[in-house]
């Protein structure tokens, strides 16, 4: 039996209560549509009530026609709160595939159904057509078998993305912890092993291939700046210097030249962002802030980083200074991260007046300034013109500003969202959301917070996965994350997008916006605004986040049905062929 | 008896010795804390309107108390530095941090200045204040220095912060980790 991606099966059978929607079943045969390079997916599901052994092939599709399927078993979490089954960690498989159902390591009582998600690669030359390929399921001496068939269109979706979606994580030490049997292997060499390595690059690897953006934090809120995030230092005051790029450039060398994405389907390509190490007490003590030293220790290690840049070519990404620290954690005194008090943007000034005496004005390498903001974002927007120009704003609050994607995109500065992830109990529509709501603001991108943090135990005692939307392969003796079906059908929405979005060459920008929203949640461009409430008029000290906003529209929340995007999907590809 | 435990038996002595000398060098610089630490300044870091919020909850708003969270710059910069340049007097890596009683709260104390180690025997990660450990009280109370070892791994040593008017309104925690983890609390 089969899904479209966007219905998720449960392990008896059916498909999970956030996806029901009326008339879904598991069809008989499977029918997908895509452009080329571009992923197509869907699920298949091995029903068997009596249970037992059993075996599923997925044929191949013509060799000639380049298509190459990628199979992955659903795993169903076990939800504490809810006691539910949700399908959400992809464990890479071969076809065909054995194994018995219930399904040994997932130990889920009576289960009677197992999920396949089918990822097929369309590449860029695929000749546009039909092709036809077969699944196989064999059990009890009998094999029944559903048809797949692809139509390919004649649309590429373009390798720049009209919306970048990045994935934040936090350090390094948590490595050790989700992959505990390399750690046990490697021992102490652990984290200066080149699994280590790897391991960091299958990560930033794992949400490229799946058209994201991955972003690491290297240092603390008080300072600490973990090894392998920024050169080694020596010296104090005017002979303050860099002594060693070792770990920097065995962490950073293959991000930066693109190397490390050679195996990808996307092919080699540098990374767009990454935090620099740069905060209140690196590469500049602390202890001289505010005397002459400060100034001499960042301009001169700022310098020399700029010089190692430029000389190793890295000049395609692009280099965040960006604070993360607040005053709450006590390591410093002013707020860099979502600043609430005024008086804090002093700080911000003077680093991009350091920034400035470091950095050639005339370098390849590019140095942004990024602010994550929340409170008082309007009022930054107007201070801090010219000196931020990366702005990473919460979602919530920026929807109040209609106003601000023009002005911010028209001084030239980099404009994200950020918020959370959509937990697996939300329908399967939710995290598209994220993918359409910067495209029909005019901005760059969003960030989902944190994206690597499953919890304690995701296999069996699951919270949702609202801070993660990958896993660790340790358990499957995989070495490296796996994806999840939240990410891929992100993934596809981003193919959709991109897509869409090179229609705006013939058509009006408001047209396509007017009518993705119209075929997502029956909105219009105006409803993707929200009035800004009048709490937001006063000083940002005298609100709290028990103020009431607007009541949140419930075709964003609660109403929105987990085929939204199937509908957005269906106006692309009519646009499509309308275009060809 | 295998021979990783007659090892670790053999070593034993000496690193029992070694545990002592650490605690011994943090317990003088823990001295020279109390002396340089000015508690009139400590007393100003944090904020008046931040004091108020402090200890404030509301269902609706879990992050009431530390949205509001604020510290007087100056004072807050001049006592950073002061305990920099404390933790300098140390030949391994150590954090010297500032902790100060909770007024309104006598069974509650925060931690008010961290350091780049980020390293503590007591702070758990992310509280803006937390019940007052009885090593604190004591050192609050008696202005005894206090050592407190935390595992095998991590000495603290407790000393008090005085105000001009001689009462004790502070303490400095300084602490080292015999294997120090360079990747804790990087987040």
Redesign the interface.
């Known amino acids: 039996m089969g899904l479209p991606e966007h219905l998720r099966p449960d392990p008896f059978g059916g498909i999970v209560e956030a996806d029901r929607v009326t008339g879904a079943a598991p069809a008989h045969q499977i029918v997908l549509e895509s452009g080329r390079a571009a992923y197509a997916s869907c699920h298949l599901i091995a029903i068997l009530p009596e249970g037992g052994a059993y075996g599923l092939e997925v044929q191949g599709f013509p060799a000639e026609s380049g298509l190459q399927t990628d199979l992955y078993r659903e795993w169903f979490h076990f939800l504490t709160a809810s006691k539910r089954f949700y399908p959400d960690a992809l464990v890479p498989v071969q076809s065909s595939y054995r194994s018995a159902m219930p399904e040994p390591d997932n130990r889920i009582p009576h289960q009677t159904a197992q999920a396949f998600w089918v990822d097929i690669w369309v590449p860029a030359n695929t000749r546009p057509g039909t092709y036809k390929t077969t699944a196989t399921l064999k059990a009890g001496g009998g094999a029944a078998s559903i048809p797949i068939t692809l139509r390919v269109i004649g649309a590429t979706v373009p390798a720049e993305d009209a919306v970048a979606i990045d994935h934040n994580s936090y350090g390094t030490s948590w490595l050790a912890d989700d992959y505990p049997s390399l750690r046990d292997r490697l021992g102490a060499d652990f984290f200066a092993s080149d699994e280590f390595f790897t391991l960091i690059h299958s990560y930033h690897r794992i949400f490229y291939e799946n058209r994201g953006v991955f972003h690491q934090l290297g240092y603390g809120h008080a300072g600490k700046v973990g090894p392998e995030f920024a050169p080694r230092l020596e010296g104090s005051g005017k002979n303050k210097h860099i002594v060693d790029w070792t770990l920097f450039d065995r962490q950073y060398g293959p991000l930066f030249d693109g190397s490390a994405f050679a195996t990808s389907r996307r092919g080699p390509k540098p990374i767009p962002f990454v935090y620099l190490p740069i905060n209140p007490e690196w590469p500049a003590s602390f202890l001289w802030w505010g005397e002459p030293g400060y100034e001499k220790e960042f301009v001169n290690v700022v310098s020399a980083m700029e010089r190692h840049f430029r000389e190793k070519g890295w000049t395609a990404t692009r280099f965040e200074m960006f604070f993360n620290h607040k005053k709450r954690y006590k390591g410093f005194p002013w707020d860099g991260d979502e600043a609430r008090f005024v008086r804090d943007y002093d700080y911000i000034r003077e680093y991009a007046r350091l920034l400035k005496l470091a950095v050639p004005a005339d370098t390849p390498v590019k140095f942004v300034t990024r602010a994550d903001v929340s409170w008082t974002m309007e009022r930054q927007f107007k201070e801090l013109a010219g000196i931020i120009n990366f702005w990473v704003c919460g979602g919530g609050e920026f929807g109040w500003y209609d106003y601000a994607p023009r002005m911010l995109k028209e001084r030239g500065d980099i404009v994200w969202i950020y918020g959370g992830t959509p937990a697996v109990t939300e329908p399967s529509s939710h995290i598209t959301l994220q993918v359409l709501r910067p495209w029909m603001w005019g901005i760059d991108g969003f960030v989902h917070w944190q994206t690597t943090a499953p919890g304690a135990d995701p296999w069996f005692q699951f919270e949702g996965g609202s801070e993660a939307l990958v896993y660790p392969g340790d358990r499957f003796g995989i070495a490296a994350p796996i994806p999840s079906i939240r990410l891929k059908i992100q993934r596809n929405a981003v193919q959709d997008i991109t897509l869409l979005n090179t229609y705006r060459k013939t058509q009006p920008i408001e047209r396509l916006r007017a009518e993705a929203a119209r075929h997502f949640n029956e909105t219009t461009t105006k409803d993707w605004w929200t009035p800004k409430p009048a709490f937001a008029s006063k000083d940002p000290l005298e609100w709290t986040n028990a103020d009431e906003a607007s009541p949140e529209d419930p075709r964003f929340g609660s109403t929105l049905d987990a085929a939204a995007w199937q509908r957005v999907r269906a106006y692309v590809l009519e646009l499509a062929q309308e275009v060809k | 008896m295998s021979l990783r435990t007659i090892l670790l038996l053999a070593a034993g002595p000496f690193l029992f010795a070694q545990s002592e000398d650490q605690a011994k060098q943090l317990d003088r610089v823990a001295q020279v804390a109390t002396a340089m630490v000015d508690g009139d300044v400590c007393l100003r870091i944090q904020t008046p ?1 931040s004091l108020q919020f402090l200890l404030k909850t ?1 269902p ?5 108390a ?8 100056q004072a ?2 001049q006592t ?2 002061a305990l ?2 404390l933790s300098r007097l140390c030949t391994e890596a150590c954090d010297a941090n500032l902790w100060m009683p909770v007024t309104s709260s006598p069974s509650q104390i925060q ?8 390293m503590s025997g007591f702070w758990k990660w ?1 509280d ?1 204040h937390q019940e007052m450990p009885p090593e604190m009280k004591r050192v609050l109370a008696t202005g005894d220095r206090v050592t407190v070892r935390r595992g095998s791994r991590m000495i603290s040593v407790l000393a008090p912060v005085y105000d001009s008017l001689g009462d004790i309104v502070a303490l400095v925690e300084i602490v080292s980790q015999s294997k120090r ?7």
Request: proline share 3%; aromatic share 10%.
């Open positions: 309107r509301d609706r708003d879990p992050w009431l530390s949205d509001n969270y604020d510290v007087d710059d807050f910069i950073k530095k920099m340049r931690i008010m200045i961290r350091n780049v180690y980020e992310g803006l983890d360079l990747r804790e609390n990087v987040k």
